[in-house]
């Protein structure tokens, strides 16, 4: 599941900064970024898990979903849930302020473009055909 992939890059970015962090290229009071990001993606992600339990469909990217979401955070990701455990991931790295943690944001956007993107958004391709497709054009994947 993704969040396992976000839990386990969140602790390889915390360790990292402690055993090895390399480069230090951000300093306070620009470190102080990272809280907004933290910010920006906790709130995306219960906004978005919030309208799945409201809509009744699934979180889960290897069901089948029972109807598409396309407003809210969804009007402006496809995929807000990932964009926000990146957003959270990329916060924790700028916080710490070291390359050695940038990392972990692009790993984990890396696997989503991997292993789960390409199995969601063939689901939900399959269950809600065109109206999906037209959505895809109107709406960009990450931001």
């Known amino acids: 599941m993704p969040t396992n992939y976000f839990i386990l890059l969140l602790l390889f970015s915390i360790i990292l900064h402690f055993i090895s962090p390399v480069v ?3 300093y306070p009071p620009y470190t102080y970024l990272g809280w907004g990001f933290i910010l920006f993606g906790a709130v995306l992600n219960l906004w978005t898990d919030m309208l799945f339990k409201k809509q009744e469909t699934t ?8 109807l598409l979401i ?3 955070p969804f009007s402006i990701s496809r995929h807000p849930m990932y964009l926000g455990m990146a957003s959270v991931l990329l916060g924790v790295t700028i916080i710490h302020g070291t390359v050695s943690g940038f990392l972990s944001p692009v ?9 789960f993107i390409p199995l969601e958004e063939k689901n939900l391709n399959r269950v809600f055909g065109t109206q999906y497709t037209e959505y895809t054009q109107k709406v960009r ?3």
Do not use: C, D
Request: charge should be positive; hydrophobic fraction near 45%.
């Open 24 to 26: 230090k290229i951000l």
């Open 59 to 66: 979180v889960k990217p290897h069901l089948e979903p029972s």
């Open 70 to 72: 396309t407003s809210g």
């Open 107 to 115: 790993i984990y956007v890396g696997i989503m473009e991997v292993l």
């Open 141 to 143: 994947r990450w931001i």
